[in-house]
C-alpha cells in the first residue's frame, strides 16, 4: 500500500489491488517477451524485446506513460523505467517453483511471490 501510494495510485484503487489475486504469464521466444497480468477486474499486457527502449503505458493499473528498457542482470530480468517518477522499474527471477516480482519506485519497494502451477 505504501508503494502504490507512493507511485501515485488513488486511495480506492489501491483499496480493490489489496484484495485481488493476480495471475502472471510469461511467454518468451528467444530475446522477446510477453507479459500477462491477470486479475478479476483488468489485465494488463507488455511486450518487450531484451535490450530495446519501448514506450510502455500502464494501463490498468496507474495509467503512465514511460520509456522502458529491460535487460538480463544474470539470472533476473530488470526493467527501468523513465518517465515523471524517478528511479521506478521491477526485477522478475525465478527460484524453484515461484516467480519473483520486485517494484521499486524512488525508494518504495513492493515484492510479490507467484507459486508455478503449471
Known amino acids: 500500500s505504501t508503494y502504490l501510494g507512493h507511485a501515485g495510485i488513488d486511495f480506492a484503487t489501491r483499496k480493490v489491488a489489496s484484495m485481488l489475486k493476480p495471475r502472471k504469464v510469461i511467454k518468451q521466444d528467444g530475446d522477446n517477451f510477453h507479459f500477462q497480468t491477470i486479475t ?41 523505467q523513465k518517465g515523471e517518477k524517478k528511479n521506478r522499474g521491477w526485477t522478475h527471477w525465478v527460484q524453484g517453483n515461484e516467480l519473483h516480482l520486485e517494484l521499486k519506485c524512488e525508494g518504495k519497494v513492493c515484492k510479490q511471490v507467484f507459486k508455478r502451477i503449471q
Open 40 to 80: 478479476t477486474l483488468k489485465t494488463y499486457e507488455c511486450s518487450f524485446k531484451i535490450g530495446e527502449e519501448f514506450e510502455e503505458v500502464t494501463k490498468g493499473m496507474d495509467n503512465r506513460l514511460c520509456q522502458s528498457v529491460v535487460n538480463w542482470d544474470n539470472d533476473k530480468l530488470v526493467c527501468v
